[in-house]
């Protein structure tokens, strides 16, 4: 499976952006997905997860109340509404498809990795 992350760009503090994640097919099985980002010098993080069917979501407690994931299995997509941003959420997002059909948070329950796309924020 190859993922495209789209949607990144430049924004004002307190603004929006939708980022998007293509999937180029259905998985073989039921999926859970994610979004991760890296900001430069740290880490890979883990951000959101949804399971298979979206019923289920998390957050990571820094993006909690601003951002919402979602899916839409028809059309293989995963989006992530960021609302409210902050200059510290500026970094390189990530999706990503997990090993399983739940919510994960690990990094090494992934398997496959979109290309990343950069959002960076402006105080």
């Known amino acids: 499976v190859q993922l495209q992350a789209s949607g990144g760009g430049l924004v004002q503090a307190g603004g929006s952006l939708r980022l998007s994640c293509a999937a180029s097919?259905?998985?073989?099985?039921?999926?859970?997905m994610g979004w991760f980002r890296q900001a430069s010098g740290k880490e890979r993080e883990w951000v959101a997860s949804?399971?298979?069917?979206?019923?289920?979501?998390n957050y990571a407690d820094s993006v909690k109340g601003r951002f919402t994931i979602s899916r839409d299995n028809a059309k293989n997509i995963m989006y992530l509404q960021m609302n409210n941003l902050k200059p510290e959420d500026t970094a390189v997002y990530y999706c990503?498809?997990?090993?399983?059909?739940?919510?994960?948070?690990?990094?090494?329950?992934?398997?496959?990795w979109g290309q990343g796309t950069l959002v960076t924020v402006s105080s």
């Open positions: 990503a498809v997990s090993r399983y059909s739940g919510v994960t948070t690990h990094l090494d329950s992934y398997r496959h």
């Open positions: 949804i399971s298979w069917r979206g019923g289920d979501t």
């Open positions: 097919r259905r998985t073989n099985s039921n999926n859970g």
